[in-house]
């Protein structure tokens, strides 16, 4: 066995990885509180929940697990045309739903709406197919900056604009797996 260890037995240098915005305890409380309204508000009902890939995922898992209904899930992945840093709002599909919307209940989940285009353009596109409702639950909105004004029906937690990594989210690929949010101090994060 070895010895426990400050630096929590081993983990990467953290040395990007700035101070706390959200807790572990915040994001778990705040999770259930979404999944219970959600409940709620879809009774008798089967959601498709929606994660647009790849920051979204770990939020999805603990999300669905908070909802108490016979919900499915589907996954997207996106990309926006333009240069790395500045969503263009022209969104290409790498990886498409496997699931018919016709008549379905759809909520998105999403881990952070920035400029809001990406979801823009994502809530058009879902709407066409058919979907009976498309909802949106994001787990981070960042404050002041949506170019378009979205109905967003579930938000987490409201954040200064700061770059942010964890629970899913990432620079660089990086940093998804921490189970809290952190402002990511290591460059201006694109
Ligand atoms: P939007 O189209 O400008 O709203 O782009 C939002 C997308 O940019 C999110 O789904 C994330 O993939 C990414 N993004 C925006 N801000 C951050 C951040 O602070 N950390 C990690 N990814 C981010
Ligand atoms: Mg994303």
Redesign the pocket.
Known sequence: MSPASTDGGGRAPVAEVGRTIVSEEQINARVAELGAQITEDFAGTRPLLVA?LR??YIFLADLSRAIDLQVEIDFMAVS?YGNAT??S?VVRILKDLDEDLEGRHVIVV???????????YLRRNLANRGAASVDVCAL?V?EG???VDQDLRYVGFEIPP????GYG???SGRYRNLSYIAE?VGGD?H
């Open positions: 647009v920051g979204a926006s500045t969503s709002g999403e881990d952070i709406i920035d400029s809001g285009l990406t979801l823009s981070l960042r900056r949506q170019k700061d770059f942010v990594v989210l990432d620079v990511f994060g």
